[in-house]
């Protein structure tokens, strides 16, 4: 039997996985992306079994599967944990990493179509930078953007993005008015949605739909954020600094990533996860702060790995 390649990513067909779990006696648990085991026709049960014995995927004799993609399958089937990286546009969702992890090491699946894609066992220094590469921290020096916004201070910057991505070149300008509707949280929507509520790994909530904030509360996060130099006033209104600009229009209306851990414990869930945005030149991640508020920092190399390993590592 000819042995697979270790590096190489192998794709099998519907009935091509389900002769090899049915082999293995690989039923999967609730989390394996694999799904049920599904009966299938006798007749092409056969045909994917001669398939399999023709890739060198199993051996003729006794059909044994191929040790590595055997251990493959395993980690797939009934993980300890899930790794996602979602790249996410106001539009659209796309999972760009898609990584099970079991006693340590992890797989890649995807399911293309009616195939699934199943990737080389990775050891976790390998799936790290396989995430890790896929980001561009600012290399300058300087100060660094850090700023921690209140539940209201965060709903006037987002007032502010929003104006700035209607793609008007003119600045987004505030009077001190308060706006109608809510506006959307920067993280709202930035973690898949699990089959049950899962027990986050740090206090603060999810965030949602951002409130409208009161008529004092407005006026307040006009004056704190215009002292904490990110906005000014001017006779029209108040304007957002130019420095900001990028950010805020990377917020809303670009690509954000959002980078999830799920951790199968037998009673919950627990999730860890992380909210990247880039602009030109820079990189931002983004968490919940306090009540509604939002933390905003840009990230060096550094912080970059800290805040990837907190995640990933688990």
């Not at 930078?129 to 850090?146: A, H, K, V």
């Not at 900001?244 to 999730?271: E, I, S």
Request: hydrophobic share 40%.
């Amino acid at each position: 039997m000819t042995a697979v390649p270790i590096a190489s990513t192998i794709e099998l067909s519907a009935d091509e996985l389900l002769c090899l779990r049915l082999a293995l006696e690989l039923y999967g648990d609730e989390h394996c992306a694999f799904g049920k085991v599904e009966n299938a026709d006798a007749d092409r049960l056969e045909v994917a079994t001669r398939q399999l014995v023709q890739r060198g995927l199993v051996e003729k004799k006794g059909f044994r599967p191929d040790r590595d993609l055997t251990r493959r399958l395993l980690v797939v089937s009934e993980p300890d944990a899930r790794v996602v990286l979602l790249a996410a546009t106001p539009v659209s969702a796309e999972r760009i990493v898609d990584a099970y992890e079991r006693t340590g090491v992890f797989v890649q699946h995807t399911h293309p179509g009616a195939t699934h894609q199943v990737g080389p066992v990775l050891e976790p220094r390998e799936i790290f930078q396989e995430i890790m590469q896929r980001f561009s921290p600012r290399r300058s020096t300087g100060d660094f953007i850090d700023l921690r916004l209140s539940g209201p201070e965060h709903f006037v910057f987002m007032c502010f993005a929003q104006e700035l991505a209607l793609g008007s070149d003119r600045p987004a300008v505030l009077t001190g008015e308060i706006p109608i509707s809510p506006v959307d949280s920067t993280l709202d929507g930035a973690v898949l949605v699990p089959g049950k509520k899962p027990r986050l790994s740090r206090a603060e909530p999810t965030l949602g739909r951002l409130p409208v904030p009161s008529e004092s509360e407005w006026k307040d996060a006009l004056h704190k954020l215009e002292s904490m130099d990110v906005i000014r006033k001017m006779q029209d209104g108040f304007h957002l600094k130019p420095y900001l600009r990028d950010l805020a229009v990377g917020l809303v209306h670009k690509t954000r990533y959002v980078l999830t851990r799920f951790d199968y414990q037998p009673d919950d869930w627990v999730v860890r996860d992380a909210t990247f945005v880039p602009v030109p030149g820079s990189l931002f991640s983004c968490r919940p702060f306090g009540q509604g508020g939002l933390r905003i920092h840009e990230l060096n190399a550094a912080d970059l790995q800290r805040t990837l390993h907190e995640v990933v590592d688990g």
